[in-house]
């Protein structure tokens, strides 16, 4: 993974200045264009959409200092406009193109990235492959920003505006794994970008053949492979770390990517209090 992260950044760089077609490098690379786009925004902390405009933005630095018509740089980049090209100038360096041609700066460069594995092995990755046939996933869905660290105050109320006799319905209508209450995340922008909106589900696992209430919202999981991974300690940083190091050493150290779908947390055991907890976290899988 590490090899097809560093060929994408340098078919970035090549084509700084030109459309980029990750889907298309992503096949010839022989992984995905989703399984891509989360491993950099993983690996890189940041989007690939937002590390390429910063690229751009910094090595068009070196054109507006020039003598070019600054409509003539923004078309070069992909700008319809300069007042386009402007606010993507001034997002990346804090200035805009104008301020920099007459004062020189300042300028705020984004280097380019280099991805390298670290092998560590200060995170021990308690895992299990399973194959599982297709199931539904039913309870109660909202959408809510993604939060990458803490707990997400939207979910949290979310699920308290449930009734606690709500709980022990959903609880009894589990009938296939993952077992018990669930927290499912599915829509998830690929970029894995912070506070893009996702679909937060609470609720069970119920075999395809069940027919779900039909008051609950349900969504529809294909047959496939997982990756499940236990975690224990505090909640939710244990599992966030977690959740993390599959990008940083489970991925790039084993013969599978992640496929488009939901993933999901199981809650095993916890305190009272919920500041600790024993969990599982189901990611879909393929073979790289």
Not at 16 to 45: C, P, Q, V
Request: net charge negative.
């Amino acid at each position: 993974m590490i090899a097809e992260l560093n060929a994408l950044v340098e078919f970035v760089e090549a084509h700084l200045d030109d459309d980029i077609d990750a889907a298309s490098l992503a096949a010839a690379l022989g992984t995905t264009e989703y399984h891509l786009r989360r491993m950099f925004s993983s690996l890189a902390g940041m989007p690939l959409s937002e590390y390429i405009r910063r690229r751009r933005m910094s090595v068009a630095a070196a054109d507006v200092l020039g003598d070019d018509d600054l409509l003539g740089i923004a078309v070069r980049y992909g700008y319809g406009s300069t007042e386009a090209f402007g606010r993507a100038f001034r997002s990346v360096h804090g200035v805009g193109p104008s301020d920099v041609r007459r004062d020189g700066g300042p300028l705020r460069t984004q280097p380019q990235i280099r991805f390298r594995l670290t092998v560590e092995g200060n995170i021990t990755m308690d895992t299990r492959i399973a194959d599982r046939p297709a199931f539904r996933l039913v309870g109660h869905a909202a959408r809510v920003p993604l939060i990458h660290e803490g707990i997400n105050p939207h979910i949290q109320s979310h699920i308290a505006s449930l009734p606690p006799a709500e709980h022990s319905r959903l609880k009894a209508l589990s009938d296939t794994e993952p077992g018990g209450l669930l927290q499912v995340s599915a829509d998830v922008d690929p970029d894995y970008t912070e506070g893009t909106e996702l679909t937060y589900l609470h609720g069970v696992a119920i075999s395809a053949e069940t027919q779900p209430p039909d008051d609950l919202d349900v969504i529809g999981v294909p047959a496939g492979t997982w990756a499940i991974f236990r975690t224990e300690g505090e909640y939710p940083g244990a599992l966030q770390v977690a959740w993390a190091a599959t990008a940083t050493e489970w991925f790039p150290s084993n013969p599978w990517r992640l496929r488009p779908g939901s993933s999901i947390v199981a809650v095993l055991d916890r305190a009272d209090d919920f500041s600790t907890a024993t969990c599982e976290l189901w990611l879909p899988i393929e073979r790289a």
